[in-house]
């Protein structure tokens, strides 16, 4: 602290005394420490932590990193909904997400369709969503994913699979199954 910084009634041993205690540093460099878009690689696990960012080694990137630190407000704001699953599933390029929750499915008419969950029907089946990807994830990122759920979804659901059948690259017979994909669901 400089003499300039006291106010006009300060003594001649304050003045003399914040002379003398004057550090040369540069503040600017800490600037940029709490914007995701700004901070040093190295310290981003820090900030990542500093917003309670859960699973950030979940993100392959730094880019996908620095996405989730960013978004990460706005997730904890709207934790537990689909809202959050879909930006989280966004902020780590896993592909856009359709939820479906509970596997009852009445129709009108008082029948029931049969839409891929095997107990379908249940009453004790309300909690249970499943989460339907338009992109084929390998096995280790399908892990990760469930891993994320657990903190992002809301905490009364159950989650069925994830569930990429509608994926292109499985529509089309580019994708395989060959142990690092899978072509379908994966259970929890």
């Known amino acids: 602290m400089s003499a300039h910084l006291l106010p006009p009634n300060r003594t001649p041993l304050e003045a003399a005394l914040a002379d003398a205690c004057e550090l040369a540093l540069d503040p600017s460099p800490i600037r940029g420490l709490a914007d995701s878009a700004r901070c040093p690689a190295a310290l981003l696990p820090w900030l990542a932590w500093s917003r309670s ?44 997400v359709r939820i479906s929750e509970g596997n009852h499915r009445w129709l009108a008419d008082g029948s029931m369709t049969a839409d891929g969950f095997p107990t379908a029907g249940d009453p004790m089946g309300w909690p249970e969503y499943r989460v339907q990807i338009d992109k084929v994830l390998s096995l280790e990122q399908a892990a990760a994913a469930r891993k994320i759920l657990n903190d992002v979804a809301p905490a009364r659901s159950v989650l069925w699979g994830l569930d990429f059948t509608g994926a292109t690259l499985i529509a089309n017979g580019y994708a395989s199954a060959n142990g690092a994909y899978t072509a379908g669901v994966i259970r929890t």
Request: no cysteine; charged share 30%.
């Open 53 to 96: 960012v859960e699973n950030l080694d979940a993100a392959a990137t730094e880019e996908q990193q620095r996405a989730l630190i960013a978004s990460s407000v706005a997730v904890h704001r709207r934790k537990g909904t689909p809202a959050a699953v879909r930006q989280v599933f966004r902020d780590l390029d896993l592909g856009e």
